[in-house]
């Protein structure tokens, strides 16, 4: 059975940080693209970043840029947000989901809160 | 880069049939494929439908997918609608440099 776990989420002040962390089992996590996807609040979703299965592409969303920065490790199954200089507008559940052309297997989500 | 439009929400009765559009808003719908997912309340997004008309195992058959290039918009139809099908659902797809994009959502109240 597929399995992502998100871990790391929290209350956090603006201009604080967080690292996000999300461990896979049960496929072939190497070979699998990995994203981080988030919704705010009563709102819609939002892709975040995009990690290739080598490490070698990596993408960011503009609202983003500059602040959080994707990483995987591949002995640990895990892919991880540092997210840095947060704002208010970053609360929101984050979801590491796993794809590269579309999203098929999510995880449960943690919540990141910014606030004073 | 492109926006995708839902309608806000929708909503029918037991034992009918709904369509939910999914406008792109530049660019031809037919050259990415679309995904649809479904979200419960307090839950992950499960994908329904992918690649257009493409159902999941487990994903029953009530749930079909098209396109309509006229239009430039995806649809989600559910046939035989049931209770627990009342969700949010959404549509997605992909630009260059495997960019995410996500339409607002839909509301589906089943009354």
């Known amino acids: 059975e597929v399995q992502l776990v998100e871990s790391g989420g929290g209350l956090v002040q603006p201009g604080g940080s967080l690292r996000l962390s999300c461990a896979a089992s049960?496929?072939?996590?190497?070979?699998?693209?990995m994203n981080w996807v988030r919704q705010a609040p009563g709102k819609g979703l939002e892709w975040v970043s995009y990690?290739?299965?080598?490490?070698?592409?990596?993408y960011y969303a503009d609202s983003v840029k500059g602040r959080f920065t994707i990483s995987r490790d591949k002995a640990k199954n895990s892919v991880y947000l540092q997210m840095n200089s947060l704002r208010d507008e970053d609360t929101a559940v984050y979801y590491c989901?796993?794809?590269?052309?579309?999203?098929?297997?999510w995880g449960q989500g943690t919540l990141v809160t910014v606030s004073s | 880069n492109f926006m995708l439009t839902q309608p806000h929400s929708v909503s029918e009765s037991p034992g009918k049939t709904v369509t939910i559009s999914c406008t792109r808003s530049?660019?031809?719908?037919?050259?990415?494929?679309v995904q649809w997912y479904q979200q419960r309340p307090g839950s992950a997004p499960t994908i329904v439908i992918y690649?257009?008309?493409?159902?999941p195992s487990g994903v029953p058959d009530r749930f079909s997918g098209s396109i309509d290039s006229s239009s430039n918009s995806a649809s989600l139809t559910i046939s035989g609608l049931k209770t627990e099908d009342e969700a949010d659902y959404y549509c997605?797809?992909?630009?260059?440099?495997?960019?995410?994009?996500f339409g607002g959502g839909t509301k589906l109240t089943v009354l």
């Open positions: 989901a796993s794809g590269g052309n579309f999203p098929d297997y």
């Open positions: 049960g496929f072939t996590y190497s070979s699998y693209s």
């Open positions: 990690i290739s299965s080598s490490s070698g592409t990596i």
């Open positions: 530049s660019g031809s719908t037919a050259s990415n494929y």
């Open positions: 690649e257009d008309n493409r159902r």
């Open positions: 997605q797809s992909y630009h260059s440099s495997n960019h995410w994009v």
